[in-house]
């Protein structure tokens, strides 16, 4: 026997395990796309018919004036870096020739959803907005005159009431915390006027601030939503409603795979107060605060750029007596790890009133914990006044600017507020201002922020003119407006 060969029996295993193995492998390989495949279901046909009837369509009509020639109602090229477009308006052709200026009655599309069986639905505050009448048309072609219980401007939201004949099949609300990027998610809605279009994709992202809001907190998804999704549910594969579609990201108008809703935790909070007092009541902090960049983090002794670094610190705010100086950079709130800035103001104005938080900061490279009581952030009724006042003489409407925003519009610096919409034929427009443009001084006063900026408007108002210093990117020109 040759002591070099191999015993029979020994290939023989070999032979048998190594074919096993190669069924193993095979087994191994047709499974795992299964596996992948069962995360999402054959269809979305049961989901889609079950939650169908909760969503309803909403048409709205609003008196307008017009010059001979309209404004298109979705942000133009000349207006970016506007780009996270409100959108449920249909856009008007041009007309062939100059008209002379008139009234017109402008009808929009958008979406909502019924969240009780006794009729109550939200949407966004856009939709509904400035409307002369809003009409709810439901799956079974019942329609209504619906009222608006409340609106939330800052969070976009707005809670309307019909007197439906029988009870309305509500959505069940999920929970948006729950949400992981991945997920499986389904929209509903009205876009371009196609009622219950359905569509699905996943979350891409979570916690996405547009800057154009102080409490913004979006889900993002690829999922598709377009013009007159706006108002719409986003639901969970449990038929959860997650989300309230509100926005997309579109240089055409046209959805490229980028939207956003707003989480329907902070939807409960809002519209809860809404439909229970009729206003919405934020907590306060008292504490102005900016991004932590890689450069301020290396001076602040960070690990890594997060959390939500305080500038100023108001003298009598809760920030204050709780021992916050300026420089402590907050890296927890209330047990949640803060790892942008953007989290802080939405977290502190869903804290009720009174309410004792822990709020963990960084301060010259110790960590320290502070207990502080929140308050209630009281709105500026005068400012609010004097804004809405100014908006309408002149056709001007502004808002905060946002550190996002100034980058975004090439600004080195915060200061100024944002012409956020001119109305067409108004003392604004032809006096040349547009969209996008920064206003910096008001009768040659600087002007920060929008409290100061309505400050100084009211006497300027009273005056009768008004002198603006504008800035577009680099370049900054005067502008005078006559009222009228």
């Known amino acids: 026997m040759n002591p070099n060969a191999l015993p029979v029996f020994t290939v023989r295993r070999a032979a048998l395990l190594g074919a096993a193995f190669c069924w ?53 090229g000349e207006n970016l870096p506007e780009m ?18 008139r009234e017109m009655r402008r009808t929009s599309l958008g979406s909502g959803v019924i969240i009780s069986p006794d009729g ?69 809605g009205n876009p ?86 009729g206003v919405v009541t934020r907590g306060w902090l008292g504490v102005m605060i900016q991004h932590v960049t890689p450069d301020l983090a290396r001076h602040l002794k960070l690990d890594r750029p997060i959390g939500a670094l305080v500038g100023e610190v108001s003298p009598a705010g809760p920030a204050a007596a709780a021992g916050m100086r300026p ?11 803060i790892t942008q800035m953007s989290m802080v103001p939405t977290l502190v104005a869903q804290t009720p009133v009174g309410r004792e938080v822990k709020v963990t900061v960084i301060r010259q490279g110790e960590k320290k914990e502070l207990m502080v009581t929140i308050g209630k952030l009281e709105e500026d009724e005068v400012a609010t006044k004097v804004v809405g ?3 309408e003489k002149l056709g001007l409407a502004v808002q905060e600017l946002t550190p996002e925003v ?17 109305e067409a034929g108004s003392a604004a427009a032809e006096a040349g201002l547009r969209r996008g443009e920064v206003i910096v001084e008001v009768n040659q006063q600087p002007v920060k922020n929008l409290e100061q900026y309505a400050g100084i408007m009211e006497s300027a108002l009273a005056e009768g003119s008004v002198l603006l210093l504008v800035r577009r990117g680099t370049q900054s020109r005067f502008v005078a407006i006559r009222l009228r």
């Open 24 to 76: 193993l492998l095979v087994l191994a390989l047709a499974v795992a796309p299964a596996q992948a495949r069962a995360a999402a279901p054959a269809s979305f046909a049961d989901l889609a018919e079950q939650l169908g009837p909760s969503v309803v369509n909403i048409y709205t009509t609003q008196t307008v004036k017009t010059p001979g020639l309209p404004q298109q109602f979705f942000f133009d």
């Open 84 to 101: 996270f477009r409100r959108f449920f308006e249909m856009p008007s052709p041009h007309p062939r020739q100059q008209q002379p200026p």
């Open 120 to 188: 109550y639905i939200v949407t966004n505050n856009h939709v509904v907005e400035n409307a002369d009448s809003i009409n709810i048309r439901l799956t079974n072609f019942e329609e209504y005159d619906a009222k608006i219980v409340g609106r939330d401007p800052k969070t976009d939201l707005a809670l309307l009431k019909i007197e439906a004949k029988n009870s309305l099949p509500a959505v069940r609300m999920g929970d948006s915390e729950a949400l992981r990027v991945g997920d499986w998610v389904l929209a509903i």
């Open 192 to 277: 371009f006027g196609f009622e219950q279009t359905v569509t699905a994709g996943i979350v891409s992202g979570k916690g996405r601030s547009l800057g154009s809001g102080p409490y913004e907190n979006f889900i993002q998804t690829d999922a598709s939503i377009n013009p007159g999704n706006s108002g719409g549910p986003l639901f969970n594969l449990q038929g959860e409603m997650v989300g309230i579609n509100t926005a997309i990201y579109s240089r055409g108008g046209g959805n490229i795979g980028i939207g956003f809703a707003i989480p329907v935790n902070m939807a409960k909070n809002i519209v809860g107060q809404i439909q229970e007092h």
């Open 327 to 337: 420089g402590d950079v907050i890296i927890g709130y209330d047990g949640k790890e």
């Open 389 to 391: 006042e100014a908006e």
């Open 406 to 422: 100034a980058r975004s519009l090439g600004l080195k610096e915060q200061e100024g507020v944002l012409i956020s919409n001119v």
